[in-house]
């Protein structure tokens, strides 16, 4: 039988030291032998010892009680009585202790610690998540895809199907903890029954021994493998979009459900479409010939080339519509348009021939090509010739 230490000791605090304080030095010893974080083998006990000094001394009634009859006075309080006041999440908030994203920050293992609740760290545990990054061009994003992708993700050992025992040899029923991975520990103190339950030592919480194990998981039950998994992109996909394939994630842990696949999809910049959306945006060069007289020209899509009439008069800049060569609406039927913005572009070399046609061109216009723009041209001109 080990004498109890006094509460105000093992929390190293005075005797008349506020809640506040108690809480701080909580805390602080809480960081320490954490068993998720301590390598101290007797961190569970000390855990467990702290935390039963700071249930007791953050509870005014619990408090008092132990201040006036010390150990003896507690003898009323069952281990959940001791406990029920602790606001764990409050205490390791912002810890991250516990490590899975699904994890309620160190919970499992305090309740494991402590008794209560027991039986969490052997129960079935979802499998993570996992994401896979994948990426297509704009075609793809336009057409929809349907693809075999191999992802790495943890799976139950196909050799021993999850036993761990390599097959054809023998797993017994662990007889220390009797099959169920945990075990038992009852102390009796002058202050009553004081039990804990642990994963039992023996087995390391499985509940069952093999004798020799897998060779392939090495008695894990789990392999790394690569799967071969069917995807298929809608038509229409964004970039950035998160596509989740269910149950395709690691395998989950003692019958738990496995976790669930991301595929994280990266849609390419293409070369000669710009995306807004499910509209595309596309710069048609012409020359100023076609810009003035009009003309038809062949304009790429992603479904082939389509014929664009330019009107005579032609602004370079100006955007015309061309209606369902878009992407595909993602949520709805029918698709966006293209937008090409026609681009004039003025010759750099001229042969003599064209520069003669094209100086008689002037001489013939005079000012009339400015004529619609007489606004403009016209205050210009008056600028330049005063
Ligand atoms: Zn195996
Ligand atoms: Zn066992």
Redesign the pocket.
Known sequence: MVEKRDYYEILGVDKGSTKKDIKKAYRKLAMEYHPDVSEDPQAAEKFKEISEAYAILSDEEKRNTYDQHGHAGMSGFSQEDIFNNINFEDIFRGFGFGGSSRGGGGFENIFDIFGFGGGRRNGPQQGDDILYEMEITLEDAANGLENNIEVPHKMT?P??NGS?AEPGTDTRTCDVCGGSGQVRQVQNTPLGQFATIRPCGNCRGEGSIIDRP?T??HGN?IVRQKSTINIKIPPGVEDGSRLRVPSEGDVGKRGGPPGDLYVHVRVKPHNLFQRDGSNLHYEQPISFVQASLGDKVEVPTLDGAVDLKIPSGTQSGTSFRIKGHGMPHLRWNGKGNLYVKVKVVTPKKLSPKQKELLQEFADISGDEIYNEEKGFFGKVKDAISH
Do not use: N, P
Request: include cysteine.
């Open positions: 050992c050799r021993c761990r897998c392939e998981c039950g």
